[in-house]
């Protein structure tokens, strides 16, 4: 038995051996429908804002100006319009500003009461008598604030000088990416999305738009798989499927690698990893271990991958504890085991994070509810990944049954819960942690 976060570990060192990074435009990253991640470590070389700047449409004064305070009408200056350069405010005026606006200077002495010596203000539209329906003059209610700084973006106060932007690894979600821009990067060095070559296996599968023989059954797990991969943030090359034979399985995928154009970094199968007669992946990792076929990144490069063929493993996890990773057919692959809900759940809880780099779901406990409120088993000494649906009161709905066939059970599901190992009974109302989906 091989722990989940052992196990994870091993998904771990496939995504730092094949990983590969490039330049891409800041709108090209912008584009990409997942976050992708940075590969270089950003430090900023400009301040944000560039220069102080008003908040709000209103009046840029000297707060210590009597002149100004004294409740007569102030004469004003031209208005301060956004991406114009105004000019110095001196002592007896006002100046009409519109939001983002640069402050002016200011062109006049310091006043004795004046613990900010040049920090000028800005009162907005509603403390004024008329708006801006007179542009010669303003006059300021009694309610007015003259306080220094008052609604001025400070030049730096976003990003200063030689800060940390984003490091290697970080996620360059929306607002990181508007931070960048920001400071007028126009590129940056990304990690590639692997590409990734689907496989489903067995006889007993046919494709959608063709006729099932009496023992078949269409493959679903395809365009499963397709979808959770690609949220996961890997780039899909294609789709095979392989009957329940070693050679053309091996065949296949080493026909799909010699076309450069649509080479995969990793192949995702699922099923053929359980204990049967025939089942596909152990026949075709026999095969391949038999024939001396070693795997590139083998030894010291990484110890906890195998050497040759696939390592097969079962972790305390139900659905998805039959799993395997290693090299066939000169590529790396990570087998999933092939009932449905079990591929969902092995690409959520171990491939996402951990071999494609995806940004962590945010997790919380809820407040389950069984099916009829009735008690529901859990395996002694497995994490069960149970799919539920979120109610409006923030409880969790169980669905009735957690077998990993039942896929079209799990459709409306948002939660993933997780049960932990020494929980043998569920009972209604007991408190979960959980995946939001």
């Known amino acids: ?141 009694p309610q007015a604030t003259f306080e220094p700084g008052r ?43 692997l590409r990734v070559l689907v496989v489903s296996t067995g006889d007993e599968v ?34 095979l499927h392989a009957p329940d034979h070693p050679d053309l399985l091996l065949d296949a995928v080493r026909s799909w690698q010699a076309d450069d154009d649509r080479r995969a970094d990793v192949v995702v199968s699922m099923g053929g990893i359980s204990m049967g007669a025939r089942e596909v992946i152990r026949l075709a990792s026999e095969l391949e271990v038999q024939r001396g076929v070693e795997n590139w990144y083998g030894g010291a490069q990484s110890p906890r991958l195998p050497n040759s063929g696939m390592e097969f493993c079962r972790l305390p996890m139900q659905p998805g504890g039959p799993q395997a990773v290693g090299q066939l057919a000169g590529v790396p692959w990570v087998a999933l085991p092939g009932n449905p809900v079990s591929t969902l759940v092995s690409i959520e809880v171990l491939l996402r994070t ?39 009161d923030g409880s969790a709905q169980l669905e009735c049954s957690n077998s990993s066939h039942l896929l079209h059970m799990q459709a409306d599901a948002t939660l993933l819960v997780m049960i932990p190992e020494d929980v043998s009974v569920i009972e209604d109302g007991d408190m979960f942690e959980a995946l939001a989906l």
Not at 172 to 179: C, D, E, H, I, R
Not at 208 to 218: N, T
Request: proline fraction near 9%; include cysteine.
């Open 151 to 193: 609604f001025v973006r400070h030049r730096g106060s976003d990003i200063d000088y030689e800060e940390k932007l984003c490091a290697v690894g970080d996620h360059l979600t929306p607002a990181l990416l508007g931070s960048l821009a920001s400071v007028g990067l126009t590129q940056i060095a990304v990690f590639k999305p």
């Open 354 to 392: 951990s071999m494609f780099g995806a940004h962590p779901r945010n997790r919380m406990n809820v407040t389950v509810r069984t099916p009829d409120g009735e008690p529901v088993s859990s395996p002694a000494g497995k994490t069960q990944m149970r799919f539920a649906r979120a109610d409006a």
């Open 1 to 141: 038995m091989v722990s989940i976060a052992d196990y994870r570990e091993k998904l771990f060192d496939f995504l730092l051996l094949l990983s590969s990074w490039e330049y891409r435009d800041l709108t090209q990253v912008a584009a990409h429908p997942m976050p992708l991640r940075a590969a270089q470590h950003v430090e900023s070389t400009e301040q944000v804002p560039r220069f102080d700047n008003s908040q709000m449409d209103g009046f840029v004064v000297h707060p210590s100006d009597p002149e100004v305070v004294a409740g007569k009408p102030v004469p004003l200056l031209p208005m301060a319009a956004a991406g114009h350069n105004p000019e110095p405010l001196t002592p007896g005026f006002a100046m009409p500003i519109m939001t983002g606006a640069k402050i002016p200077e200011w062109d006049g002495p310091a006043y004795d009461d004046d613990e900010f010596e040049y920090d000028l203000c800005v009162v907005p539209v509603e403390e004024t008598v008329s708006g801006f329906d007179d542009l010669s003059h303003v006059t300021f209610t």
């Open 206 to 239: 046919c494709q959608p738009g063709q006729h099932p023989g009496a023992a078949q059954i269409y493959d679903s797990n395809t365009s499963a798989a397709v979808a959770a991969l690609s949220a996961a943030g890997a780039h899909v090359v294609g789709t």
